[in-house]
């Protein structure tokens, strides 16, 4: 007698099947992941160490982009925390994440993944280059969703915190410079990085859902009343701390693991009930076709 016919391959996203080249798919539990931005000097290196000293035991994966030609972030954290049990980090060097190059940053990811503990990570910390555009990442993870890649299936964009060097931050806000000059970055070319300061400043501080007003110890009262006023007036919805080298409780900065795995429990995972849309989801905040978390829509800038 014949055997029965082999069953017809299964399709994946409209016929199209890619292999990844990862040691995990797609289904499992979603990490919820923090994204650090900020200007050079802002003090995210300071506060990604004080965060990854006082995580409590919670496992944490840490990406760390750094566009210099010497990836002197990434070699500071690396030595800082390198063997602390349940801290895997990882370095991005090819350029920013906002950019061309998001399949760098979806490899790294699965590598510090595949690197995790047993029991996964708790939290994702990816600390981005100072000409970073938060709303440009997310968008990177709306694509990797729609596609279908296993390391964007497997986490989700809660919280993009932006560190301000409140001493500063007025001066950058008036300033005319180029953003790349501004970020120690003087040999960089790319596209989008001729933006002025004040641009690529008012996209990070408008996508936060934490702003943190740092180095206010070196800020003087009318420096920090100005910080505060202008961040207001871009972000009003944003929650805005005041810390000095990054000191600020962990707790207040990192969404708690367990929301982010109920989600997925209840079936809601990226797409459905809290307002995530596909958009890797920002706690309950609206989101516009940039993946923004503010509801009020970003362009291109240029």
Same mark, same amino acid.
């Given at each position: 007698s014949s055997s029965a016919p082999p069953p017809p391959p299964k399709e994946e996203k409209g016929g199209l099947h890619i292999e990844w080249g990862v040691g995990f798919g797609g289904d499992g539990p979603v990490t919820p992941v923090t994204l650090l931005a900020g200007f050079l000097g802002a003090g995210k290196t300071t506060l990604l160490k004080r965060l990854l000293e006082n995580r409590s035991g919670t496992r944490v994966g840490v990406l760390v982009n750094d566009v210099a030609a010497v990836n002197v972030d990434a070699n500071l954290v690396m030595s800082q925390v390198a063997g602390a049990e349940g801290v895997?980090?990882?370095?991005?060097?090819?350029?920013?994440?906002?950019? =061309?190059?998001?399949?760098? #940053?979806?490899?790294?990811?699965?590598? +510090?993944?595949?690197? =995790?503990?047993?029991?996964?990570?708790?939290?994702? +910390?990816?600390? #981005?280059?100072g000409v970073s555009e938060p709303s440009a990442v997310k968008q990177n993870w709306v694509t990797a969703i729609e596609v279908g890649h296993p390391a964007a299936l497997r986490t989700q964009?809660?919280?993009? $915190?932006?560190?301000?060097?409140?001493? $500063?931050?007025? /001066? @950058?806000?008036? =300033?005319a410079k180029s953003a790349v000059p501004r970020n120690g970055l003087d040999g960089l070319v790319a596209d989008n990085l001729s933006r002025p300061v004040v641009e690529l400043l008012s996209e990070q501080v408008e996508t936060a859902d934490i702003i943190l007003l740092n180095k206010a110890d070196l800020a003087d009262p009318e420096e920090l009343a100005s910080a505060r006023g202008i961040v207001a007036g871009l972000n009003s919805r944003a929650t805005v701390l005041v810390s000095e080298y990054g000191g600020v409780d962990p707790t207040a +900065? +990192?969404?708690?693991? /367990? =929301?982010?795995?109920? @989600?997925?429990a209840n079936g809601h995972g990226h797409a459905a009930g809290h307002g995530h849309g596909a958009h890797g989801g920002c706690d309950g905040h609206g989101h516009d076709a940039h993946g923004g978390c503010d509801g009020h829509g970003h362009d291109a800038h240029g």
């Amino acid at each position: 007698s014949s055997s029965a016919p082999p069953p017809p391959p299964k399709e994946e996203k409209g016929g199209l099947h890619i292999e990844w080249g990862v040691g995990f798919g797609g289904d499992g539990p979603v990490t919820p992941v923090t994204l650090l931005a900020g200007f050079l000097g802002a003090g995210k290196t300071t506060l990604l160490k004080r965060l990854l000293e006082n995580r409590s035991g919670t496992r944490v994966g840490v990406l760390v982009n750094d566009v210099a030609a010497v990836n002197v972030d990434a070699n500071l954290v690396m030595s800082q925390v390198a063997g602390a049990e349940g801290v895997e980090v990882a370095q991005l060097q090819n350029g920013c994440v906002c950019c =061309s190059i998001s399949d760098d #940053l979806f490899a790294s990811i699965s590598n +510090l993944m595949e690197r =995790s503990p047993e029991e996964g990570f708790d939290h994702l +910390l990816v600390e #981005l280059s100072g000409v970073s555009e938060p709303s440009a990442v997310k968008q990177n993870w709306v694509t990797a969703i729609e596609v279908g890649h296993p390391a964007a299936l497997r986490t989700q964009i809660r919280r993009v $915190v932006t560190v301000v060097d409140a001493s $500063v931050f007025g /001066k @950058d806000w008036a =300033s005319a410079k180029s953003a790349v000059p501004r970020n120690g970055l003087d040999g960089l070319v790319a596209d989008n990085l001729s933006r002025p300061v004040v641009e690529l400043l008012s996209e990070q501080v408008e996508t936060a859902d934490i702003i943190l007003l740092n180095k206010a110890d070196l800020a003087d009262p009318e420096e920090l009343a100005s910080a505060r006023g202008i961040v207001a007036g871009l972000n009003s919805r944003a929650t805005v701390l005041v810390s000095e080298y990054g000191g600020v409780d962990p707790t207040a +900065l +990192l969404p708690a693991p /367990k =929301s982010a795995a109920a @989600d997925a429990a209840n079936g809601h995972g990226h797409a459905a009930g809290h307002g995530h849309g596909a958009h890797g989801g920002c706690d309950g905040h609206g989101h516009d076709a940039h993946g923004g978390c503010d509801g009020h829509g970003h362009d291109a800038h240029g």
